[in-house]
């Protein structure tokens, strides 16, 4: 039996305040995280996603499960020392200005044009 796949996604949303909200997460089904993002920062008490907008991913990459894992925490952790916005709950920076360009370090560099 194959090993499931999950993939390491960096995506962002904008919210009512206009802030740029960046997010670093893990999922075995795109589409279906997607829908819960939304749906779930629309109802936020804080970082507001605004009625007509929708969570959009920037970049993903499958791996395996406990990969995934691993990564989205090396990488938190980076962002959170580069300073790359004010983290929140749920693994997300507030950015008081958008990055042009975030880095994701697995084996090797991805830099992500956001």
């Known amino acids: 039996m194959k090993a499931e796949k999950e993939f390491l996604y960096v995506g962002h949303y904008?919210?009512?305040k206009g802030r740029y909200i960046l997010k670093i997460g893990t999922t075995n089904d795109l589409q279906r995280r997607k829908?819960?993002?939304t749906r779930n920062?629309?109802?936020a008490k804080d970082y507001t996603m605004p009625k007509d907008s929708e969570f959009t991913y920037d970049w993903h990459l499958p791996l395996s499960k406990y990969n995934t894992l691993?990564?989205?925490d090396k990488n938190r952790a980076n962002w959170k020392n580069l300073e790359i916005g004010n983290f929140v709950r749920n693994d997300r920076f507030c950015c008081?200005?958008?990055p042009d360009i975030v880095e994701?370090?697995?084996r090797k560099t991805y830099r992500i044009r956001l």
């Open 14 to 16: 904008i919210d009512t």
């Open 35 to 37: 829908t819960e993002h």
């Open 41 to 43: 920062y629309k109802r």
């Open 70 to 72: 691993r990564y989205e």
């Open 96 to 98: 008081s200005t958008k």
């Open 104 to 106: 994701i370090t697995i």
